[in-house]
């Protein structure tokens, strides 16, 4: 079945690297000598203990963790932490900074209107629809943490340097592009990050967070919504969702141990995204939404000259076996998602046929 | 691989039937002509509608179920229903009843408690270490809801008929019983079931909600903890469990089109447990610990004359392919947790295997 798949360009659930698809399929219904399924297994066993804490123990050496930090499975994807953290970190008044840059980051500001919760907007990048990182931003120094979404999918823009936030923790949103690069950690208090674009399957979010910030947070909310309760349980206060760790440890490990890590992902990743982005700076035909210095290496956005082209594009590049290339449907356009997993063979068959669709255009 | 499969007497994640998992592996790779492994897709793709339309469509089908209800999914297990249920409908000074037969139970409580909301506990078993199911319960008529946990996996209990509650909605907590027979809908309000025991993998959760009990939901919560947010957008929206909705979907049709349905699934599910019941009574060797008109068919709990004999049997069942039947871990013992997928040909291995070990002992 593998030679008939398609080259996967969707945001997310998106591409994921098919030796861990072709791991999953070959043990699916034994798992390491079970005799069961992945989805059959105790979450309390010997088996599910070791998917659990090499996915832990590799996220750790991925981005040289030191014990400062918990790894935390949690369910209900980025949108519940946009709730969850304003719940544990926002008590007695305190307040958090927020980095409006477009539509995730209003659902993270929103939800802590929603609660009632202190909070500012110390810059957006609303005033030109989004297609740029905000700089030289200041930040309240008694803010109890600085959110940022590190990745826009949807306009496809990326912060690459981190701000100065004057020592307050920065607590990013990764969801789109967590572990496509390495990451200085002293800035983060917190990182959270669905895994559906870039580690795993839908249906898990990854929470990395620093003991010290953990210490603050508010335990007089419900046990599922505290940090403290997966911290405290090695996120197993209740039942994991144990396919979706599995499928996060195989990723891990190939990111570990086939990609050589993430220096060695991150030149990967620029080299796919310059192939695409080169193409697009020199011709007239197509262009990049985002501004040069904002543009996401994950999310390639880019329009055609006028709608009918953009539609006919999308379709024959479905009929050729490349798949995803729709914009989202709130901006349209086109939009090539090149998460990890997306193939340097994947990118250069997209590369030939924009070229191609160009000339017979 | 799977002629190496043991016979899987987990209390969940459990068993899954045989078919689904072969069909999930064979079509791992390129799920239904895509070219994308159903972990790829796009949850907005015309491949995912399908698959969460004909699950929604088959759990109407299976259990009767009108316009009156919306069928969710919703991650966090039913440990976040716990907290959610009360965040939902207990404002404005509403009140819940609970009915405490354990753990679970005691769970959901501790929850309402938690969040400040008022409630009462109408009946309780802990009397006698919640091994029945309470009868003749007074619920208040003024309550907003009335909580049961229709089977307990620990105590091994279950509600084999339910209460007259004066006209309140009931509210069921069927997670390790879902599906495993028909329901008089007309008693409940709500339903929710997280899957790993009967329908699915661990990582989702059922919830079959009255229309008319949503309408009187708090909206002033976040987002992803309102159930109106999960029933206007049919549970997208943000990524929903993929992989655990797929797998639901397979399940519901197996249980529709291969078991032929609730009434033919409960009729075999008496029948396995007759098979260990009986011998378990026709026995001084072994003890069900759970009164016998509140016994569970889905987790049959039981002891043995001392601890060193359930270990030995634990460690020999092991040892012939017959996995899971340690007790839970706060009661110790022995359980085997016999849900719809468990085959009968699994339940006479189990019962084989008890005559010949109370026979060598």
Redesign the interface.
């Known amino acids: ?2 030679d ?3 080259f ?1 360009f ?7 690297p ?1 030796p861990v ?2 791991e ?2 070959s ?4 798992f390491n000598g ?4 992945i ?6 066993s010997p088996w599910f203990d070791q998917v659990i804490n090499d996915a832990v123990d590799r996220t750790k050496r991925l981005l040289n963790l030191d014990d400062r930090y918990h790894v935390l499975f949690v ?6 932490q ?2 969850m953290a304003p ?1 544990n970190f926002l008590t007695d008044g305190k307040s958090a900074d927020f980095v409006n840059t477009g539509t995730w980051s209003t ?1 993270a500001i ?2 802590a209107k ?2 009632n919760k202190n909070h500012s907007v110390v810059a957006s990048s609303e005033d030109r629809n989004f297609c740029y990182i905000p700089k030289d931003i200041r930040f309240n120094p008694d803010a109890a943490y600085a959110h940022i979404t590190t990745n826009n999918t949807i306009k496809g823009t990326q912060w690459h340097t981190f701000p100065d936030t004057n020592g307050v923790p920065i607590m990013a949103d990764m969801s789109s592009d967590f572990m496509s690069r390495p990451l200085d950690m002293d800035k983060f208090g917190m990182i959270y990050a ?1 895994a ?1 674009k870039n580690i ?5 979010c990854m929470v990395i967070i620093r003991k010290d910030l953990l210490e603050t947070a508010n335990n ?6 505290r940090y403290s309760t997966f911290a405290s349980k090695n996120s197993m ?8 760790i599995y ?1 996060i440890q195989l990723v891990l490990k190939w990111l570990e141990e086939t990609m050589g890590g993430l220096e060695k992902m991150e030149a990967h990743n620029q080299a796919k995204g310059k192939l695409i982005y080169d193409l697009i700076d020199n011709s007239d035909f197509y262009r990049a939404t985002a501004d040069k210095d904002s543009r996401s290496l994950m999310n390639v956005t880019f329009r055609l000259p006028t709608e009918e082209l953009e539609k006919s594009f999308i379709e024959k590049a479905t009929a050729k ?1 490349l ?2 290339l729709k914009g989202h ?1 709130s901006v349209g356009g086109c939009r090539a998602s090149i998460y990890n997993a997306a193939t340097m063979e994947a990118v250069q068959a997209l590369v030939e046929f924009m070229e191609s669709f160009k000339k017979e255009s």
Chains 1, 2 share one sequence.
């Open positions: 079945m593998a008939k798949r398609i996967n969707n945001a997310g659930p998106a591409a994921l098919l698809l072709e999953i399929q043990s699916f219904l034994n079970s005799g069961m399924s989805t059959e297994i105790s979450h309390r369910q209900g994807g980025a949108s519940l946009f709730a719940m659902k929103n939800e929603i609660l669905g559906q795993g399957p839908s249906g898990v007089e909310i419900p046990s599922m919504l206060y209740n039942t994991p969702p144990c396919f979706g499928t076996g798949g995803g449907r």
